[in-house]
């Protein structure tokens, strides 16, 4: 590898004419090439994969297995080619999340990610920091941010911080984390202090700071949602209430499918995540506007954990050709959950929000044996939890957990803990519009 100071600006330039450049044969010899040698590492190094591709022809790509979440999971230990085990790892995410300690490198050395993503179960996904270390200049170059606005100062909202996101900063971009936990007016009274100018949010703070945006006195010159799904015509209103372009980043945990161009339009990054877009017959999908049955993903470049052909829950809409001119897939719509913001009542008698990541988290990092939830809002005095587990069979312990980490998690944001009603059971599953969290009332006061 280069030194650092050369190996940014390398990668900024090398990026930026991949984008403008590869295309048609070029971008397929590319695909073909990276795709063989990080299958042949993956074999070399993973006795998962060397199991699983056992008899196979490594070359005849789209002949490969799939493999999902699950699967990932189970096989976590044999699947990395680093030696790390599960409990190692998942130990170390979770003293992170319970002692909200975001900063630092397991074994020194990798970046843990813990996720529910759409799925709704735990995942663990590692990144080699010699990889993380090089965000800055990716992140320059495909942002989709106005080079006027240089040097970057981001306010960045979402549940949680982790070390990755930290090796963002650099002379040219500083990123500050704020919880999307943090009441309204501390957040605002931070973006303005900081002189913000590029706010960062999924789509459900973005809403809420919306409707604050004449308190907000920081120059904020573009706006970035991602984490969840931004609908059209959320978009538009968020663009009349900001004043400025908001631009959207498709960021899995699994990598980073798909950014902005100058334009606005979200394309796939062919040269990071080989995508493929299927139709129910497991067929490739290039008709625009028309959603894919399954969406797989291959991280390119992330060789520590392999994830090749790899299922999401998402689906996504191609679109037509971009006037930017780029050879990269455009993303018309992504279609994932619409999941509702819950509410709950403070001591003075305000209401408080928390967003269903959260809410999410609390219950998944409770226990293991969960396989799936669905979380209703009566009013803001009631919920209705209903828990799917592993066997089938209640888990009164599980439940008990569940419990306390969502009577902890409200207490800790001065929330009042509401009546809790539980149900174990199936809970019913939908590729395409699942909604894990419903509310079924109107917030009043959501300062």
């Given at each position: 590898?280069?030194?650092?100071s050369?190996?940014?600006p390398v990668?900024?330039?090398?990026l930026?004419?991949?984008?403008?450049?590869?295309?048609?044969h070029?971008?397929?010899?590319?695909?073909e090439?990276?795709?063989?040698?990080?299958?042949?590492?993956?074999i070399?190094?993973?006795?998962?994969?060397?199991?699983?591709?056992?008899?196979?022809k490594?070359?005849?790509?789209?002949?490969?297995p799939?493999?999902?979440?699950?699967?990932?999971?189970?096989e976590?230990?044999?699947?990395?080619?680093?030696g790390i085990?599960?409990?190692?790892?998942?130990?170390?995410?979770l003293?992170?999340?319970?002692?909200?300690?975001?900063l630092?490198?397991?074994?020194?050395r990798?970046?843990?990610g813990?996720?529910?993503?759409?799925?709704?179960?735990r995942?663990?996904?590692?990144t080699?920091?010699?990889?993380s270390?090089?965000?800055p200049?990716?992140?320059?170059?495909?942002?989709?941010?106005?080079?006027?606005?240089?040097p970057?100062?981001?306010a960045?909202?979402?549940?949680?911080?982790?070390?990755g996101?930290?090796?963002?900063?650099?002379?040219?971009i500083s990123?500050?984390?704020?919880?999307?936990?943090?009441p309204?007016d501390?957040?605002?009274q931070r973006?303005?202090?900081m002189k913000?100018?590029?706010l960062?949010?999924?789509?459900?703070?973005l809403?809420?700071?919306?409707?604050h945006?004449?308190?907000?006195?920081?120059?904020?010159g573009?706006?970035?949602?991602?984490?969840?799904?931004?609908?059209?015509?959320?978009h538009r209103?968020?663009e009349?209430?900001?004043?400025?372009?908001?631009?959207?980043?498709y960021?899995a945990s699994e990598?980073?499918v798909?950014?902005?161009?100058?334009?606005?339009?979200?394309?796939?990054?062919?040269?990071?995540?080989?995508?493929?877009?299927?139709?129910?017959?497991?067929?490739?999908?290039?008709?625009?506007?028309?959603?894919?049955?399954?969406?797989?993903?291959?991280?390119?470049?992330n060789e520590?954990?392999?994830?090749?052909?790899?299922e999401?829950?998402?689906?996504?809409?191609?679109?037509?050709p971009c006037?930017?001119g780029?050879?990269?897939?455009?993303?018309?719509?992504?279609i994932g959950?619409?999941?509702?913001?819950?509410?709950?009542h403070?001591?003075?008698?305000?209401?408080?929000?928390?967003?269903?990541?959260?809410l999410?988290?609390?219950i998944i990092?409770?226990s293991?044996?969960?396989?799936e939830?669905?979380v209703?809002?009566r009013d803001?005095?009631?919920?209705?939890?209903?828990l799917?587990?592993?066997?089938?069979?209640?888990?009164?312990?599980?439940i008990a957990?569940?419990?306390?980490?969502?009577?902890h998690g409200l207490s800790?944001?001065?929330?009042?803990?509401p009546?809790?009603?539980?149900s174990a059971g199936p809970?019913p599953?939908?590729?395409?519009?699942f909604?894990?969290f419903?509310?079924?009332?109107?917030?009043?006061e959501?300062?």
């Amino acid at each position: 590898m280069l030194p650092a100071s050369i190996q940014g600006p390398v990668d900024f330039a090398t990026l930026r004419w991949r984008f403008a450049h590869l295309r048609g044969h070029r971008l397929r010899r590319f695909q073909e090439r990276a795709l063989r040698r990080l299958v042949h590492r993956a074999i070399v190094g993973s006795a998962f994969y060397r199991e699983l591709y056992a008899g196979l022809k490594p070359d005849d790509f789209a002949s490969l297995p799939w493999i999902n979440k699950a699967v990932m999971m189970r096989e976590f230990d044999r699947l990395n080619t680093a030696g790390i085990s599960l409990d190692e790892a998942m130990s170390f995410a979770l003293a992170a999340e319970r002692d909200k300690r975001y900063l630092g490198y397991f074994r020194d050395r990798y970046v843990v990610g813990l996720s529910s993503g759409t799925s709704g179960s735990r995942g663990l996904y590692l990144t080699d920091r010699a990889i993380s270390s090089r965000l800055p200049f990716a992140f320059l170059a495909r942002s989709g941010m106005p080079w006027r606005l240089l040097p970057f100062r981001i306010a960045f909202l979402l549940r949680v911080f982790n070390q990755g996101f930290a090796d963002i900063n650099g002379p040219l971009i500083s990123l500050r984390y704020l919880p999307t936990m943090l009441p309204l007016d501390q957040a605002i009274q931070r973006i303005n202090e900081m002189k913000a100018n590029i706010l960062m949010a999924p789509p459900s703070m973005l809403r809420l700071l919306a409707r604050h945006r004449d308190r907000i006195s920081s120059p904020i010159g573009i706006v970035v949602s991602y984490a969840e799904v931004l609908e059209e015509d959320e978009h538009r209103k968020l663009e009349r209430a900001f004043g400025t372009r908001v631009v959207e980043i498709y960021q899995a945990s699994e990598g980073l499918v798909a950014c902005p161009c100058r334009e606005g339009r979200l394309h796939i990054n062919e040269d990071l995540m080989y995508v493929e877009l299927l139709d129910e017959a497991g067929r490739e999908l290039t008709a625009i506007d028309t959603p894919c049955t399954h969406m797989l993903v291959t991280n390119l470049y992330n060789e520590v954990q392999p994830l090749i052909r790899y299922e999401l829950n998402d689906l996504v809409c191609l679109g037509p050709p971009c006037p930017c001119g780029s050879g990269f897939r455009v993303v018309a719509k992504v279609i994932g959950r619409d999941d509702d913001v819950f509410y709950f009542h403070r001591s003075d008698g305000t209401m408080g929000h928390v967003f269903p990541d959260v809410l999410s988290r609390w219950i998944i990092t409770a226990s293991d044996r969960i396989d799936e939830y669905v979380v209703e809002q009566r009013d803001p005095g009631h919920l209705l939890v209903r828990l799917e587990f592993r066997d089938g069979t209640a888990d009164e312990a599980a439940i008990a957990s569940v419990r306390t980490a969502i009577a902890h998690g409200l207490s800790e944001h001065g929330l009042a803990m509401p009546a809790l009603e539980f149900s174990a059971g199936p809970v019913p599953r939908d590729p395409g519009k699942f909604k894990r969290f419903r509310r079924q009332f109107a917030p009043h006061e959501t300062g």
